[in-house]
């Protein structure tokens, strides 16, 4: 259905995430753009009172400020991210508010961070970076052992399994195999694998590598806590490019105190930003732990930026001509 209205006004919140020079829509519609780089909570109803349609990343965008006292002309959200975990996504449906997302946009740099992240865990990188730094020249081999007291594995070796299936996991199975590595899929937790998949409990009890890409919900928060790190292999590693909170950040710890996994990486945070004063893995007492952290960067590229950039504005020219995004959420 086409709109009747023809002018909008367009906020983009947070535009640090990816710039978004000018902004123009299909005849006849035409626009007032606004654009901040930075946008905190406290500023969001605000700056979005009279916008038609909003632009943002990970600001918390609650029923509060999506009511219609708040926003009372608020039409459209075009969330720059795959994930609407930050978007009360019942109280846009509730009021009508449509949300388009852009997915798919970074899987190239997501992937590559993913074998970024493996090649420093598994070579010990961070540990042996630090070392030599220090002075300490003879330690570097035993550092590269695992608990099991063997050297690190190499790509032939490794049995990776995915837990998330969707554009990245895919992307990430591909890429792998090119390596040299086998794969398999896993399961839902706790449910009969369908076909194609592997049980989720079997994954962490078999395979050396696990690579985390699951979107954040209810039904995945603390998907690996201490239970499965006492099942994971003494060589395996974890690594964790979904979001933070599906990981249990202290079991992840103490598994690596303990040596039950050989290390892990990730980078995503129960809270972000992640600091030392607010993040257990970031803690002075994690310095000498196989663990590889990087502050919630995989996206970033100039690619991604290009992809983020088309989707948003098709998103955005697709509501106003015919009422749906291109990437519809709700």
């Not at 050297?151 to 992307?171: D, F, K, N, W």
Request: charged content about 20%; some cysteine.
């Amino acid at each position: 259905m086409a709109q009747s209205q023809t002018h909008w006004v367009i906020v983009a919140l947070e535009t640090f995430f990816c710039p978004l020079p000018s902004f123009t829509l299909p005849a006849p519609h035409t626009c007032e753009f606004r654009n901040y780089e930075r946008t905190r909570p406290d500023q969001i109803v605000e700056r979005i009172r009279d916008a038609d349609i909003v632009i943002s990343t990970i600001l918390p965008l609650t029923a509060d400020i999506l009511s219609v006292e708040a926003t009372p002309r608020l039409k459209m959200l075009s969330i720059i991210a795959s994930g609407t975990d930050a978007v009360d996504l019942a109280a846009c449906r509730a009021r009508g508010i449509v949300v388009g997302n852009t997915p798919h946009c970074n899987v190239t740099a997501v992937t590559e961070h993913v074998l970024a992240l493996y090649f420093a865990t598994r070579r010990s990188l961070m540990l042996t970076h630090a070392l030599i730094r220090a002075g300490d020249w003879g330690s570097q081999q035993s550092t590269m052992d695992g608990p099991d007291g063997k050297p690190p594995r190499t790509c032939s070796e490794e049995l990776v399994g995915i837990i998330g299936y969707g554009a990245i996991g895919r992307h990430v199975e591909s890429t792998v195999k090119l390596l040299g590595m086998k794969t398999v899929v896993a399961g839902h937790k706790g449910a009969p694998a369908p076909e194609g998949r592997v049980p989720f409990e079997t994954v962490i009890r078999e395979c050396s590598v696990l690579v985390v890409v699951l979107p954040r919900s209810p039904e995945t928060m603390n998907l690996i806590s201490e239970v499965e790190f006492n099942q994971m292999k003494p060589y395996s590693l974890l690594i964790n490019v979904s979001r933070g909170g599906i990981v249990d950040e202290k079991a992840l710890v103490s598994a690596l105190r303990e040596g039950k996994i050989a290390g892990a990486s990730t980078d995503v945070y129960a809270q972000e930003p992640a600091l030392p004063s607010n993040s257990v893995l970031l803690g002075a007492d994690t310095a000498g732990l196989n663990l590889v952290t990087t502050p919630h960067i995989a996206w970033y590229a100039e690619e991604t930026f290009e992809n983020y950039s088309r989707a948003c504005r098709a998103n955005v020219a697709e509501f106003v001509t015919t009422s749906k995004p291109k990437y519809r959420v709700c």
